[in-house]
């Protein structure tokens, strides 16, 4: 991100401009008559040596004022939670805007967890990847926002697929604390991928899945999400309104909570010595203009 770290010095530039329109040069004045021309060349001359001033001051105020690149840079990633989100986009998920509700909690959970890599993915008829792991939480909830029910089919549940699919994003992870949270209203019925094919695979990245049911208990398999949780060494639970959902999130939360903070430090690039650079090449070109003139009198 580019700015200035003294940015109040740059108020200095209205006085730089002030001081070149009224501070006016004494000199002795000569008149000869018909002079008409000489005044024309005069005037010339002149406009070019304000504008040569006000260039020189305000590339000295702009050096003043330290314009800086700021990079974040962040140390020891292996040392942050890695949360891979599962978020059922099926036509199901319209029904008492359990989508618009869900996704409205998710935003409140990724937005809490500062120091941990996020990633999102979505299934109905399939399941694709929106956003791999990733420390910007921002673009993560961007998209999430602008995600709705359709875009990845609406008349089935590729459940298993989905646990499959978001496994595979942890295949070069180097984090300690590895976690998926899925949340579904209904039941697998695409039987693209076997269900101990993706817990393996789950297991095998030691990738703790939290599973989320929510709506009419009849709409969901309770023994086979509890199975899932529970042979990844996570927890099933179950919620039929706004405000249990936003319970389960917050206890995810405090299950999972980042012990260590992972370091970062903010790298600052300094840009001062090209305005300063430019400011004193244009005072060289000033001097030599106005000497030159001078001889020329």
Not at 40 to 51: A, F, I
Not at 164 to 181: C, H, P, T, V, Y
Request: charged share 25%; aromatic share 12%.
């Amino acid at each position: 991100m580019f700015s200035f770290e003294y940015p109040y010095v740059l108020l200095l530039l209205v006085l730089a401009v002030a001081c070149v329109l009224f501070c006016k040069e004494k000199k002795r004045a000569i008149y000869f008559p018909n002079t008409e021309l000489l005044g024309s060349l005069t005037r010339s001359r002149q406009w070019l040596l304000n504008t040569l001033r006000l260039a020189i001051l305000s590339l000295l105020i702009i050096g003043l004022s330290s314009p800086i690149k700021t990079q974040q840079i962040i140390l020891d990633n292996s040392k942050g939670h890695e949360i891979s989100l599962i978020l059922d986009a099926s036509g199901s998920m319209a029904h008492l805007d359990k989508f618009r509700i869900v996704k409205a909690i998710m935003v409140d959970f990724i937005s809490k967890r500062k120091t941990d890599k996020i990633a999102l993915s979505v299934f109905a008829d399939f399941a694709y990847t929106v956003v791999p792991l990733t420390y910007d939480k921002k673009s993560v909830i961007k998209m999430l926002s602008n995600i709705e029910i359709g875009v990845a089919g609406k008349r089935k549940t590729a459940l298993y697929e989905a646990l499959f699919l978001s496994s595979k994003l942890f295949n070069n992870s180097k984090s300690k604390e590895r976690i998926a949270i899925l949340l579904t209203d209904g039941k697998d019925n695409t039987n693209s991928v076997p269900l101990e094919m993706a817990i393996e695979r789950a297991k095998e990245n030691k990738i703790k899945v939290y599973t989320v049911a929510v709506g009419d208990q009849r709409d969901y398999n309770v023994d086979i999400l509890s199975h899932i949780a529970n042979s990844t060494g996570a927890k099933f639970f179950s919620a039929n309104s706004q405000k249990s959902i936003e319970d389960i999130y917050k206890q995810i939360n405090q299950l999972e909570k980042s012990e260590i903070n992972i370091n970062k430090y903010e790298k600052k690039i300094y840009y001062f010595h090209y305005p300063l650079s430019l400011a004193l090449i244009f005072l060289w070109i000033y001097f030599w203009r106005k000497n030159t003139w001078n001889l020329n009198k």
